[in-house]
């Protein structure tokens, strides 16, 4: 994990390459846009944003708490960020080896800091 100014970046070493996470452990979760999501879990971002539709639809996760928008450098909008429940919510929607991996080390991760 890396430390800077005042947010914690986590890196998770997928097979196929590293991701980096925003790390909230007063809140015990991470945050990750959609790009992340599509990266992480091998999916075309569509997929992934019919996948978010679908979970706050059904109320599986609250809106208004694990989502934030953020203004990201060189970007001319702000960018969605999603907390770590609506990212395994995804992951669960996939079904995947790379998903049961991910929840695994981001169980571990979060839990240990």
Request: net charge positive.
């Amino acid at each position: 994990m890396k430390n800077r100014a005042d947010q914690k970046i986590i890196i998770y070493q997928a097979k196929s390459g590293a991701l980096e996470f925003r790390g909230d452990f007063e809140h015990e979760t991470i945050w990750a846009s959609q790009a992340d999501l599509a990266l992480l879990y091998e999916k075309d971002q569509s997929v992934i944003s019919r996948h978010i539709k679908s979970i706050l639809k059904d109320k599986e996760v609250d809106k208004k708490s694990n989502m934030q928008k953020m203004h990201i450098p060189n970007s001319d909008k702000p960018v969605t960020l999603f907390s770590l429940d609506i990212v395994l919510a995804v992951g669960y929607r996939t079904n995947s080896v790379r998903a049961i991996e991910f929840r695994k080390w981001a169980t571990k991760t979060v839990t240990e800091n």
